[in-house]
């Protein structure tokens, strides 16, 4: 076998071979460090690599392989969105104001997976404190999509697709607020998948909407996905939100395929405005290829679809500007101590720590929270999400599942939204919706448009991942489409 042959794995192979001792986690670990080495200086999904961390991870893992109580990760190579602290290594947001924080501690999502035998290869690229949805806000540099190398990956977690998509790491982790692991797993051809709100601790995550924030798995297939999910969710008494519901349950009857299942179209996002022609034909195809495996295509609709859009972009903001007021120079990271007083020098701090988009975000926030709009902005935009909720909840009398595009485009060029803020958010049409009633929502690879890769959203009721991942697995199945590692250069 090959050095790039062993980054084509997907971790049901990789962990075969690993227990036959026909390779070593070394062997696994080094032939992605080899690729990152080759293929990171193009398509820059990483911000570090965390060396003192995976020859750890590599030795334990070889240990547990040869005593013959393997855990189900071991040796898999998995990087880290730089939105979740990990003990000791630098972690950033995307942003120059985290530059040199090295948490004291490990998020439990991550300690999860380091439990379960994952080897952590570094840290990925991401918009900065993830607002954004093409990785270009990010506070050091744009990550380029493997297939395309002039296009952007997607985001905000992008450098996180990235290396997945170009086999430099098997699996990896990201966030997603309003489309953040579901749109770039859309661009960049892999599995990405957003469990509902409460199902992954966010302890360790560095917080950017809090009510709309999850953690999720991007991987190669949806197997990978699920188990890598199973194991990072549960209870955890250090996140308050996080629910007492077993993490296995979302393993629950998951391979039993879409016979006899009932799949809904929502209208307004089957015909959303900017849907390209190219994405819209591979969700026809995918939609034939559902109803031939045996799934009922029924009409729904989602009859506030147009406000989700606003709503969002006012509680994210809200949510993100009481957040990122503790970064104020005197905590964490960088500090302007030559100013004349305290006042001065958060002021100055964050001036100069913030990139455009946070600072645009957190007027927008303030704003939108100040007495005399807070009605008018806050609780207007609280109330759609209640609509918002309800028309799932309506839409989920109908069928077991909802499927559309992940995203309305494919991969577009870089630099061709960033003038323009409103175009970026629109990114997010398709998305937004699942973050803002707490759905659980996954994209798989469904099929090219103009040689680029397409996502097929498949969003399910409130704890019905099973539900998500069995129809995504299933449509996996029968389309025989496998994410495929992009050649890059
Ligand atoms: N693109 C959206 C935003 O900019 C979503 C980001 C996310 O999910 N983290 O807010």
């Given at each position: 076998m090959t050095a790039d042959d062993l980054t084509e794995l997907t971790i049901k192979e990789a962990a075969r071979l690993l227990r036959l001792g026909s390779i070593s986690a070394s062997d696994l670990v080094t032939a992605h460090v080899e690729r990152i080495e080759r293929l990171d200086p193009h398509v820059?999904?990483?911000l570090r690599l965390t060396p003192e961390v995976w020859e750890k991870q590599v030795e334990e893992s070889e240990r547990r392989i040869r005593e013959g109580n393997?855990?189900?990760?071991?040796?898999i190579p998995l990087a880290v969105k730089d939105v979740l602290c990990v003990r000791g290594v630098e972690t950033t947001a995307g942003s120059q104001i985290l530059r040199g924080f090295k948490p004291p501690y490990t998020g439990t999502a991550v300690a999860r997976l380091f439990e379960a035998g994952a080897v952590m290869l570094g840290v990925t690229n991401c918009d900065e404190f993830a607002m954004g949805s093409s990785t270009e806000n990010s506070g050091y540099f744009p990550t380029r999509n493997p297939w395309d190398l002039t296009r952007v990956p997607g985001g905000s977690s992008g450098g996180s697709a990235a290396a997945v998509a170009a086999g430099e790491a098997m699996i990896s982790l990201g966030t997603d607020t309003g489309g953040s692991i579901r749109q770039p797993a859309a661009l960049c051809g892999v599995v990405g998948m957003k469990p509902t709100y409460g199902r992954v601790s966010r302890y360790g995550l560095i917080a950017f909407a809090s009510s709309l924030d999850q953690i999720g798995p991007f991987a190669r297939s949806v197997d990978d996905a699920a188990l890598v999910l199973s194991l990072m969710s549960g209870l955890d008494p250090l996140d308050a939100t996080s629910s007492d519901r077993p993490g296995m349950e979302v393993l629950n009857n998951f391979g039993a395929g879409v016979k006899g299942m009932r799949l809904g179209v929502p209208r307004e996002y089957y015909d959303v405005k900017g849907i390209e022609p190219g994405v819209k034909a591979a969700i026809d195809a995918a939609l034939f290829i559902l109803t031939r495996a045996g799934a009922e295509i029924v009409d729904v609709s989602l009859p506030h679809t147009d406000y989700g859009l606003a709503a969002y972009y006012i509680i994210a903001p809200a949510e993100c500007s009481s957040n990122l007021a503790r970064f104020d120079g005197v905590r964490y990271g960088l500090s302007e101590v030559d100013a004349a007083n305290i006042t001065d020098e958060y002021l100055q701090t964050r001036r100069k720590g913030f990139g455009t988009e946070v600072r645009r975000r957190v007027m927008l926030g303030t704003y939108a929270l100040s007495s005399g709009y807070y009605d008018a902005y806050y609780l207007k935009a609280q109330k759609v999400r209640t609509l918002i909720k309800r028309d799932f909840d309506e839409a989920f009398k109908r069928c077991d599942a909802i499927v559309s595009a992940t995203s309305p485009t494919v991969a577009f060029p870089i630099g061709s939204k960033t003038q323009d803020p409103l175009s970026m958010y629109l990114c997010d049409v398709l998305t937004l919706g699942g973050n803002l009633a707490g759905l659980p929502g996954i994209s798989v690879p469904c099929g090219t448009s103009d040689g680029l890769p397409v996502g097929l959203q498949v969003l399910g009721p409130q704890w019905g991942e099973n539900v998500v991942l069995r129809v995504a697995r299933a449509y996996e199945e029968a389309s025989e489409t496998k994410a495929e590692v992009a050649s890059v250069v």
């Amino acid at each position: 076998m090959t050095a790039d042959d062993l980054t084509e794995l997907t971790i049901k192979e990789a962990a075969r071979l690993l227990r036959l001792g026909s390779i070593s986690a070394s062997d696994l670990v080094t032939a992605h460090v080899e690729r990152i080495e080759r293929l990171d200086p193009h398509v820059k999904a990483f911000l570090r690599l965390t060396p003192e961390v995976w020859e750890k991870q590599v030795e334990e893992s070889e240990r547990r392989i040869r005593e013959g109580n393997a855990p189900p990760l071991a040796g898999i190579p998995l990087a880290v969105k730089d939105v979740l602290c990990v003990r000791g290594v630098e972690t950033t947001a995307g942003s120059q104001i985290l530059r040199g924080f090295k948490p004291p501690y490990t998020g439990t999502a991550v300690a999860r997976l380091f439990e379960a035998g994952a080897v952590m290869l570094g840290v990925t690229n991401c918009d900065e404190f993830a607002m954004g949805s093409s990785t270009e806000n990010s506070g050091y540099f744009p990550t380029r999509n493997p297939w395309d190398l002039t296009r952007v990956p997607g985001g905000s977690s992008g450098g996180s697709a990235a290396a997945v998509a170009a086999g430099e790491a098997m699996i990896s982790l990201g966030t997603d607020t309003g489309g953040s692991i579901r749109q770039p797993a859309a661009l960049c051809g892999v599995v990405g998948m957003k469990p509902t709100y409460g199902r992954v601790s966010r302890y360790g995550l560095i917080a950017f909407a809090s009510s709309l924030d999850q953690i999720g798995p991007f991987a190669r297939s949806v197997d990978d996905a699920a188990l890598v999910l199973s194991l990072m969710s549960g209870l955890d008494p250090l996140d308050a939100t996080s629910s007492d519901r077993p993490g296995m349950e979302v393993l629950n009857n998951f391979g039993a395929g879409v016979k006899g299942m009932r799949l809904g179209v929502p209208r307004e996002y089957y015909d959303v405005k900017g849907i390209e022609p190219g994405v819209k034909a591979a969700i026809d195809a995918a939609l034939f290829i559902l109803t031939r495996a045996g799934a009922e295509i029924v009409d729904v609709s989602l009859p506030h679809t147009d406000y989700g859009l606003a709503a969002y972009y006012i509680i994210a903001p809200a949510e993100c500007s009481s957040n990122l007021a503790r970064f104020d120079g005197v905590r964490y990271g960088l500090s302007e101590v030559d100013a004349a007083n305290i006042t001065d020098e958060y002021l100055q701090t964050r001036r100069k720590g913030f990139g455009t988009e946070v600072r645009r975000r957190v007027m927008l926030g303030t704003y939108a929270l100040s007495s005399g709009y807070y009605d008018a902005y806050y609780l207007k935009a609280q109330k759609v999400r209640t609509l918002i909720k309800r028309d799932f909840d309506e839409a989920f009398k109908r069928c077991d599942a909802i499927v559309s595009a992940t995203s309305p485009t494919v991969a577009f060029p870089i630099g061709s939204k960033t003038q323009d803020p409103l175009s970026m958010y629109l990114c997010d049409v398709l998305t937004l919706g699942g973050n803002l009633a707490g759905l659980p929502g996954i994209s798989v690879p469904c099929g090219t448009s103009d040689g680029l890769p397409v996502g097929l959203q498949v969003l399910g009721p409130q704890w019905g991942e099973n539900v998500v991942l069995r129809v995504a697995r299933a449509y996996e199945e029968a389309s025989e489409t496998k994410a495929e590692v992009a050649s890059v250069v």
